[in-house]
């Protein structure tokens, strides 16, 4: 049985600063991409990956697209979903085991990825709000 009980402005003001957030920071992640394109390659190559140069465009058009998804609330919950994915694989290609021995603060950077995976899965749980946010979407979720 679902209720349509109005969201507090509060709760809606908090999703909506959240999408900001995330939009914000694929977007930092992609223009870092794509003003140091060959760097980005490089970075990709040391952990052993081939065509570096293409898998660097390639995810620095994907966090494009995870942006969007978080500015227009279209798809947002999969895009969520996928985000986590995304930066567990980051957590633990760049940042994994394998590299604490080299340096302490990898560790730490491996932990952030997991806050990070949380709020997105959050997310993903809970909705992109009513506000702002395009009604598209795959699997399906409440409208809150």
């Known amino acids: 049985m679902s209720t349509n009980t109005p969201t507090p402005l509060w709760q809606s003001a908090g999703i909506l600063v959240g999408r900001l957030i995330f939009a914000g920071v694929f977007i930092m992640a ?3 991409k794509f003003l140091g394109m060959e760097t980005t390659a490089a970075y990709i190559a040391s952990a052993g990956f081939p065509f570096s140069l293409v898998l660097a465009w390639v995810a620095a058009l994907f966090e494009c ?6 500015l227009t609330g279209a798809f947002f919950s999969e895009a969520a979903l996928v985000a986590a ?9 760049f940042h994994g085991p394998a590299r604490w ?3 302490q603060s990898q560790f730490g ?10 709020g997105l899965l959050f997310a993903a749980a809970y909705g992109p709000g009513r506000i702002l946010a395009l009604p598209l979407t795959v699997i399906g979720r409440a409208r809150r």
């Open 30 to 32: 992609a223009t870092f």
């Open 65 to 70: 697209a995870l942006a969007i998804c978080f």
């Open 85 to 93: 994915a995304y930066v567990l694989f980051l957590g633990f290609t």
């Open 101 to 103: 021995a080299a340096s």
């Open 109 to 118: 950077f491996f932990v952030d990825h997991f806050t990070f995976i949380a």
